[in-house]
């Protein structure tokens, strides 16, 4: 039972354009949501994170903004660069403190010049 | 750069053999996580430390056994492992308050031949 959902495993973008990629999750007691963008070999990079008690949160070129109601978030990049080509995971946790996060798949970005 | 420093980045092991896998941050963080991330699929999570002690076990097998000796460093000793248990070992860590992001560290590839 997948609780974090991805359900796009690539999307193609072209640089400059907006990157939009979503994230769906079933369990309700999830209250803490954040992205993560990995290349290969390395390990994953928090990216921006989101507090349920929020609608959305901005740094720089990334923006999360999460629809509860929808038990739905979304991450936008943009402008959209070549080195934002990665697999980027969407994730949650719950609980207050020291909780394991629940991963979804991964959407692999491709920026394409 | 990561912050979460993992050794050693490759491990090849038979399965009668006794290993481990060591795992240091400097970033004052009282909560560490262990991670298993199978090809093509999202990291999953093993073990839980808060303030040094075991506070989540996923239903993880025997043959994996974690050891925290102290804040900075979080240990993963591995015995009698199967093929089936090759895969990437990610370590994270985070501050203990709610609303705390994961920093993760470039993980050990381990084979099991």
């Known amino acids: 039972d997948q609780q974090v959902k991805q359900n796009s495993p690539s999307l193609s973008v072209q640089e400059g354009r907006i990157s939009i990629l979503n994230c769906d999750y079933t369990?309700?007691?999830?209250?803490?949501f954040l992205w993560y963008k990995k290349y290969p070999a390395e390990g994953p990079t928090f990216l921006i994170s989101?507090?349920?008690?929020?609608d959305k949160n901005e740094d720089g070129r990334f923006t999360v903004f999460l629809n509860k109601s929808a038990k739905h978030l979304s991450l936008h990049i943009v402008p959209s660069q070549p080195g934002d080509s990665a697999v980027y995971f969407c994730?949650?946790?719950?609980?207050?403190?020291?909780?394991?996060?629940?991963f979804g798949k991964g959407t692999h970005l491709i920026i394409q010049p | 750069d990561t912050e979460v420093t993992q050794t050693p980045k490759h491990l090849v092991m038979g399965m009668t053999n006794k290993k481990s896998l060591k795992c240091e941050q400097h970033?004052?963080?009282?909560?560490m996580y262990w991670y298993k991330q199978k090809a093509k699929k999202p990291p999953e999570l093993m073990f839980v430390?808060?303030?040094?002690?075991?506070?989540i076990n996923e239903s993880v097998p025997s043959r994996f056994s974690p050891e925290c000796p102290n804040s900075s460093l979080l240990n993963l000793h591995l015995h009698a492992l199967q093929p089936e248990d090759s895969a990437l070992y990610l370590c994270?860590?985070?501050?203990?308050?709610?609303?705390?992001?994961?920093?993760f560290g470039d993980g050990t590839r381990l084979s099991i031949l």
């Open positions: 994730a949650a946790s719950s609980g207050g403190g020291a909780d394991g996060l629940t």
């Open positions: 994270a860590s985070s501050h203990t308050g709610a609303d705390q992001p994961q920093h």
């Open positions: 970033m004052g963080h009282r909560a």
């Open positions: 369990n309700s007691m999830f209250d803490y």
């Open positions: 989101i507090s349920s008690i929020k």
């Open positions: 430390y808060s303030y040094e002690k075991l506070s």
